[in-house]
């Protein structure tokens, strides 16, 4: 069993960053792969970014490719969003997500059924 805790969420102004956090805790977190979803105001769950199980390999959404980096460190259980140049449309309630299965493709994370989820935290980006 894994269990994750995302913190870092709050209000920022168009332009500026916030960096997410997520703390899992439970056997072998550090061996899964890790994303991050959001889920804006009436519109569905998308994938924005996920890192491999060593963190060498990172895969993003078209939409924050460039402005948000996903990292992790094994050593603290922690996955981290660094997000930069935020929009408005960044909007969301943002979720971080573990997986145990390594699937070849990072690509093949973004409509993938993951293991576990943590309860969000909301980012808002005012115009």
């Known amino acids: 069993q894994v269990q994750l805790v995302e913190s870092g969420g709050g209000l920022v102004q168009a332009g500026g960053s916030l960096r997410l956090s997520c703390a899992a805790s439970?056997?072998?977190?550090?061996?899964?792969?890790m994303g991050w979803f959001r889920q804006a105001p009436g519109k569905e769950r998308e994938f924005v970014a996920v890192?491999?199980?060593?963190?060498?390999?990172?895969y993003y959404a078209d939409s924050v490719k460039g402005r948000f980096t996903i990292s992790r460190d094994n050593a603290k259980s922690t996955v981290y969003l660094q997000m930069n140049s935020l929009k408005p449309e960044d909007t969301a309630v943002y979720y971080c997500?573990?997986?145990?299965?390594?699937?070849?493709?990072?690509?093949?994370?973004?409509?993938?059924?993951?293991?576990?989820w943590g309860e969000g935290t909301l980012v808002t980006v005012s115009s």
């Open positions: 997500a573990a997986e145990k299965t390594r699937l070849a493709n990072l690509r093949d994370y973004v409509y993938y059924h993951m293991d576990y």
């Open positions: 439970g056997r072998a977190a550090s061996s899964y792969a």
């Open positions: 890192i491999a199980w060593g963190g060498g390999i990172t």
